[in-house]
């Protein structure tokens, strides 16, 4: 089966919004095996609407549309799209109360144009919206279908997975399961070392790109789940056999989960002491149900007292090393593990930007400890492109990564060893920062 995705608003061609149904649809759409052919945005114009419709649906199966579908004049999405699939709409009653209840919850009227949103099609059928006003609406002629789903995000994904993917499944007369393997590293690296896997008819695999890490999607199609559950497994093994432990979980929402579970599992506590992240590091960790048995203390030490004060950083390495150095990162993280009481302990210090870098430590440079035990480990961080909000993301997943590896027991790769008896000799300290300038 192929497939267009069509987004409609005139606030999207403008910029007002961004467009993530697309980019989640393309994933959803991918993962059923229909093939996306083509991404598109129409502003709100019965005729220049009309005549895209008449075409795409020549060009393929599946016609997929979010947005338009609203109580405003402009919201013409229904109506032309049954038009142009030779279906009309009629009022519908129960549809009607749905939107009626909703005003009345919300404290507020219905005004006459809310009647357009109870509009479904005659031949076609409505589809169920349980957390809006808006139905969606399937239309098909001569094979050649359209499915239509609100443009807020929210409402669009719960569809999707309660009516939509359902019945597009069932068309399909055959089951599908899939596996999401989580990979540290960069995009480029992952995919040269696996591109032969990306090319499979089934299964199929997908990557894509996040901070500091990529998802790869193994999607299998098969008579049975049970089936297509093995296929998927077998398949997974191949980018084990090539990634190693760089897959570092399934089916997990990041990083944090898989740190926080660790930890879980091995009996162990976390700390975090953060300086350019301003608390990033610990707001992941908590985001994650259950937290609270691994982490109880984040230390945020953006001032050079604060580490000093709070998490035991000696002034006088600061001043000798400055305050982004490999030695202040050691500091941190051993004294916020002993101030803690935590087994684990994970720091940040760098520079964000866009100012305050010089020609040692430009906007991007980064320094990260990990300790455990008696001994911390530091690794220093470049951010190449000198953003704010990049270099505190890639920092905080760096983190976090320091932190699983130490969980599991494992020296983190590029990492230089300090022991936790040698964190106030100067010559240690010393050798600590040269090792890293360097490296440079």
């Given at each position: ?71 405003t ?41 809310n ?7 005659v ?37 999707w997975?309660?009516s ?36 499979n ?7 894509y790109?996040?901070t ?9 199609r098969?008579?049975t ?41 091995q009996?162990?506590t ?47 390495v ?29 720091s ?11 020609a ?15 001994t ?21 997943q760096?983190?976090?990564e ?24 100067d ?14």
């Open positions: 089966m192929t497939a267009e995705i069509i987004s409609v608003g005139t606030e999207l061609l403008l910029g007002n919004i961004l467009n993530t149904n697309a980019q989640y649809l393309s994933r959803e759409l991918a993962a059923l095996g229909i093939t996306v052919q083509r991404e598109s945005t129409i502003g709100d114009n019965h005729d220049r609407l009309a005549d895209f419709v008449n075409e795409a649906k020549k060009r393929c199966d599946l016609l997929v549309f979010t947005g338009g579908l609203g109580p004049a402009d919201d013409l999405t229904k109506e032309t799209v049954a038009a142009c699939y030779g279906d009309t709409l009629a009022f519908d009653p129960e549809e009607w109360q749905k939107i009626v209840d909703f005003f009345t919850r919300t404290g507020r009227k219905t005004t006459p144009n009647r357009k949103q109870a509009m479904v099609p031949h076609g059928h409505k589809v169920i919206n349980n957390h809006g006003t808006a139905p969606g609406a399937w239309f098909e002629q001569d094979g050649h279908c359209a499915v239509l789903m609100p443009g807020v995000p929210h409402e669009m994904k719960a569809m997975e309660e939509v993917r359902p019945l597009l499944l069932a068309r399909q007369n055959c089951t599908l399961h899939s596996i999401t393997l989580r990979v540290l590293g960069g995009e480029s690296d992952i995919e040269y070392r696996v591109r032969h896997l990306l090319e008819a089934n299964p199929t695999a997908a990557i790109c996040k500091g890490e990529c998802e790869i999607r193994i999607t299998a098969a008579e789940d049970s089936s297509a559950e093995k296929m998927c497994r077998a398949y997974a093994t191949k980018f084990y056999d090539l990634l190693g432990d760089a897959v570092y979980d399934e089916d997990v929402a990041g990083l944090e989960e898989t740190v926080v579970h660790t930890l879980k599992e009996g162990l976390i700390a975090t002491a953060e300086s350019c992240t301003g608390g990033m590091i610990a707001q992941r960790l908590t985001n994650v149900s259950g937290a609270s048995e691994v982490f109880g203390f984040g230390f945020v030490t953006y001032w050079e007292q604060a580490k000093a004060k709070m998490i035991g950083v000696a002034p006088a600061i001043a000798k090393y400055n305050v982004v150095s490999a030695p202040v990162a050691a500091q941190m993280a051993l004294g916020a593990a002993e101030a803690a009481g935590a087994d684990i302990a994970v940040v210090t760098g520079v964000a930007g866009p100012t305050g870098g010089d040692v430590r430009p906007v991007g440079t980064v320094y990260l400890g990990a300790a455990r035990g008696d911390v480990y530091v690794k220093k961080l470049f951010v190449s492109r000198p953003d704010r909000a990049q270099v505190r993301a890639r920092a905080a760096a983190a976090l320091l932190a699983l590896r130490l969980a599991q027991g494992k020296v983190p790769a590029g990492t230089r060893a300090i022991a936790k008896s040698a964190q106030h000799d010559a240690a300290l010393t050798a600590l920062d040269e090792f890293f300038l360097k490296a440079e």
